[in-house]
């Protein structure tokens, strides 16, 4: 079982496949939903890190999806740079973090959600 991320911004998703493989975790890696769906007949997923920010018609299938598996859903949200919050968003994860997400308070909110990994 792993952690499957689906994030269309390259250099984001290999730096946070690499920590969360650092830090013990199986990761599987995703730039859209159509990788997304591969990854998916691949492996199962415990919990799915996804980009709000990903074209709305691929966010929507993808939580669907992942919903309907019973998987959880940690959302990014992106940061409005005028405002400083995060920018709205039609959809609700089980747990919703605002990029640039540091790895120790993603590797908790993962330990809440499916615990440590197995060593």
């Known amino acids: 079982m792993s952690v ?13 496949e690499q920590d969360l493989q650092r830090s013990g ?9 159509d990788s997304a ?3 998916m007949l691949l492996a199962d997923h415990r ?11 691929e966010v929507k299938a993808l939580i669907s999806l992942f919903r309907r ?14 405002t400083g919050s995060a920018k709205p968003i039609a959809f609700r994860g089980d747990i919703t973090l605002i990029k640039p997400v540091g790895v120790v308070e993603l590797r908790h909110c993962l330990a809440c959600v499916i615990g440590q990994p197995q060593a």
């Open 25 to 33: 975790y199986a990761v599987c890696a995703a730039s859209g939903l």
């Open 37 to 39: 769906l591969n990854a």
């Open 69 to 82: 598996c019973a998987i959880p859903i940690v959302l990014l949200l992106e940061q409005d740079a005028a």
């Open 47 to 57: 919990v799915a890190i996804v980009d709000a920010h990903l074209p709305y018609r």
């Open 4 to 16: 499957l991320i689906v994030d269309d911004d390259a250099v984001f998703r290999q730096a946070l």
